[in-house]
């Protein structure tokens, strides 16, 4: 599967695909900035919670982070850019943002589904009131 987008940052590579992203640390300077072991990560669409982004300037550099939660924001996952990037680091957090926005609108829907199912569970008298709540609460991230 070729990516959507690649982004060639000064300490790696981030390549946007359809359900995932992917940061490679080729290079020398790669190893220098994020050290001997680095190695590619990939974040899949539904594991990402948001993104971080600055635009490259004249003199300082813009950098996208993927954030993904449950885990510590660090440099690793970001990929840090040149304003030579600017317009496909740019398409990249506008496609991405995207992406994510069509992810929480399936998971609002799959809540709701979630949620009239239980209903359903507990009219027939399978599940008790209180067990409806605590699911419904769990489900609305509450």
């Given at each position: ?27 020398l300077r790669a190893r220098?900035?994020?050290?001997l072991l680095a190695h ?68 609002t829907t799959s809540a ?31």
């Amino acid at each position: 599967m070729e990516p959507l987008y690649v982004l060639n940052g000064t300490d790696g590579q981030l390549e946007l695909y359809e359900d995932k992203v992917v940061i490679k640390r080729n290079g020398l300077r790669a190893r220098m900035t994020q050290g001997l072991l680095a190695h590619d990560k990939e974040f899949f669409i539904k594991q990402i919670s948001g993104i971080q982004y600055r635009p490259a300037g004249k003199i300082a550099k813009g950098y996208i982070q993927i954030i993904v939660q449950g885990s510590k924001e660090n440099n690793r996952n970001a990929v840090i850019f040149t304003n030579k990037s600017n317009e496909v680091a740019l398409k990249i957090k506008e496609q991405l943002e995207a992406m994510l926005a069509n992810n929480a609108t399936e998971n609002t829907t799959s809540a709701a589904d979630e949620i009239k199912k239980f209903k359903e569970l507990l009219d027939e008298g399978i599940i008790t009131e209180e067990e409806f709540n605590q699911k419904k609460k769990q489900l609305l991230g509450l």
